[in-house]
């Protein structure tokens, strides 16, 4: 399975400030996907990110509230924008596996608060 | 609307208690269905299926899934404190390359 990290691990943000969460894998992969999960709730996809190409974003999340940097085959950043505390969530990235198709990993996660 | 649906919400056992838990999804004709499970921040891959009738198995966890009844359950028998998580189900759809996940269970598995 890829090995892979966010960091950072967790923060603690004001409102209106802006987060940059980071995402390294340690292969090339095609994919990578960006997910939040609200306190008490299940992950919700934000968007997927190819490299070479705009993020795609799911309904109910636009770029300029979360813009998408993917500059090669094993990192993306994922930027949380005029943050409010409706924002504090735990986000996640994933890839998908290596020789397994369907088979999503998560990284670590990164626990943001927002005040 | 809930296209993937677990149950029960919450479930708290003994030690060595057998649990099964449920996961049911609403479209018929999908890619695979996946378990994970979440100590804290990062779901950790169980099991993948995508043939019905097939079991997977993992140590004291296994899965199934029947698609002709659209749900899969995930068992866990002689249950340990270590097994306290919460258990998710995510689905993937045709010509979709993420995961829906359904709401999950808080599985807490007392000594």
């Known amino acids: 399975s890829a090995v892979i990290s966010q960091k950072p691990s967790r923060d603690i943000c004001q409102r209106g400030t802006s987060l940059t969460i980071q995402c390294q894998v340690d292969s090339q992969v095609t994919m990578m996907f960006w997910y939040r999960q609200q306190p008490g709730q299940s992950l919700t996809l934000i968007a997927t990110a190819n490299q070479g190409s705009e993020a795609t974003y799911e309904s109910g999340f636009v770029i300029d509230k979360f813009p998408i940097s993917r500059p090669n085959l094993t990192f993306s950043t994922l930027t949380v924008s005029n943050m409010s505390p409706e924002d504090s969530s735990i986000y996640l990235c994933?890839?998908?596996?290596?020789?397994?198709?369907?088979?999503?990993?998560f990284g670590p996660g990164t626990r943001l608060t927002v005040l | 609307e809930d296209k993937v649906v677990q149950s029960p919400l919450s479930l708290v056992v003994h030690e060595g208690d057998t649990v099964t838990l449920n996961c049911s999804y609403e479209?018929?004709?999908?890619?695979?269905l996946l378990w994970y499970k979440q100590e804290k921040k990062a779901p950790t891959f169980l099991f993948m299926l995508t043939s019905s009738g097939i079991e997977k198995k993992s140590g004291r966890l296994s899965s199934i899934l029947d698609k002709k009844e659209l749900f899969s359950i995930l068992n866990i028998t002689a249950t340990q404190t270590g097994d306290s998580a919460i258990y998710l189900c995510a689905v993937l759809w045709p010509g979709a390359n993420n995961l829906f996940f359904g709401t999950g269970t808080r599985l807490t598995v007392i000594p």
């Open positions: 479209v018929t004709n999908f890619r695979s």
């Open positions: 994933s890839v998908e596996a290596r020789g397994r198709a369907d088979t999503q990993y």
